[in-house]
């Protein structure tokens, strides 16, 4: 069963790339590699996926570099020093991209805080509550 | 009205954030090269006109040159053309062609039949060199100063706007984005 579903996994990566590299170790890291580069021609497409020329170029410089026993983040940076970050479907994390990966989590916070004084506003006027409002009331 | 202060507040800030983020976000489909104000790289190609020679780098050193990377295949490069004609025969810079994945009969035949703008052209059948330009489509085009540092880049036909206002000036020396 396994089997037929890595078979069936691998049928559809060789539809567009067929590399196979001799040790299996290298190429996982081949395929997780050419997954998380982007094809700069087409944009949203990754250098596995993508049929056009560049990504079969791009793809066999990444097959090199393993085979040359680089790092993954070697060969990340070498993309990124000739592509820009942009290469990178997951951006490196740097001080300047800080503000990219904090924000969703500082609005989530600006989010919180907000429900959080809304939902005690609310509490105060709920039915059954019998201590009044104000100091001053009718009694 | 103070109840409104702080969403507003918010909301201003937000508004503020999210216009500073598009104006900045890149043209589409157009990407800032991470070549600029870093040196060229360095290249010894096979000459497209003489097999036994190379079009080297080392060779340009101490001067201004264009660098074009262009196919017969690239509809934008029979587009530029005509512009790359204009700019050769200015005579201010020279302009160096990389031939991208193209076949060399074809390459001599076009040059042939439309002129040939370039001080000369070399050959990249391996995609090899563009990679090392970060090219990722044709044309590119690349300012080169005499420090061997890239100062502009140019991706699509160039056009005459473009030499006048972006590459004459800086080769001349006056601030550029003037015409």
Redesign the interface.
């Known amino acids: 069963m396994i089997v037929a579903a890595v078979a069936f996994v691998a049928a559809r990566a060789f539809a567009v790339d067929p590399t196979e590299l001799p040790d299996p170790a290298l190429q996982a890291r081949y395929l997780a590699l050419t997954h998380e580069l982007r094809c700069?021609?087409c944009?949203n497409e990754s250098l596995a996926d993508s049929p056009v020329?560049?990504a079969a170029?791009?793809r066999r410089?990444v097959r090199d570099q393993l085979l040359a026993g680089r790092s993954d983040d070697q060969i990340r940076a070498w993309m990124?020093?000739?592509?820009?970050d942009?290469i990178l479907f997951r951006p490196r994390y740097s001080l300047r991209n800080a503000w990219l990966w904090g924000?969703p989590g500082v609005l989530l916070l600006?989010g919180a805080l907000?429900c959080w004084r809304v939902v005690r506003g609310r509490a105060r006027l709920l039915p059954g509550d019998h201590e009044p409002l104000e100091e001053d009331g009718p009694n | 009205m103070s109840r409104f202060l702080?969403?507003l507040g918010?909301f201003a800030l937000l508004a503020v954030?999210l216009a500073i983020g598009i104006r900045h976000s890149p043209e589409k489909?157009v990407?800032?090269?991470?070549?600029l104000g870093k040196p060229a790289p360095a290249f010894a190609v096979p000459n497209l006109s003489n097999p036994t020679g190379e079009v080297r780098s080392a060779d340009l050193r101490g001067r201004w040159y264009l660098f074009n990377v262009w196919g017969t295949w690239c509809a934008g490069c029979r587009e530029e053309h005509e512009t790359l004609l204009q700019v050769h025969r200015a005579g201010v810079v020279p302009i160096i062609g990389l031939d991208w994945?193209d076949d060399d009969a074809q390459a001599l035949d076009w040059l042939k039949q439309l002129g040939d703008p370039y001080q000369s052209v070399g050959t990249d059948h391996?995609?090899?060199e563009a990679?090392?330009?970060?090219v990722?489509?044709a044309p590119e085009t690349f300012l080169v100063n005499p420090q061997g540092i890239v100062v502009y880049k140019h991706i699509g036909a160039l056009t005459p706007e473009a030499w006048t206002r972006e590459i004459l000036p800086r080769v001349s020396g006056r601030p550029a984005g003037t015409s």
């Open positions: 700069m021609q944009q020329g560049l170029d791009l410089e990124s020093a000739r592509y820009g942009f924000a600006i907000v | 702080l969403p918010i954030v489909g990407i800032a090269s991470p070549l994945k391996s995609g090899r990679i090392e330009w970060g990722y489509g």
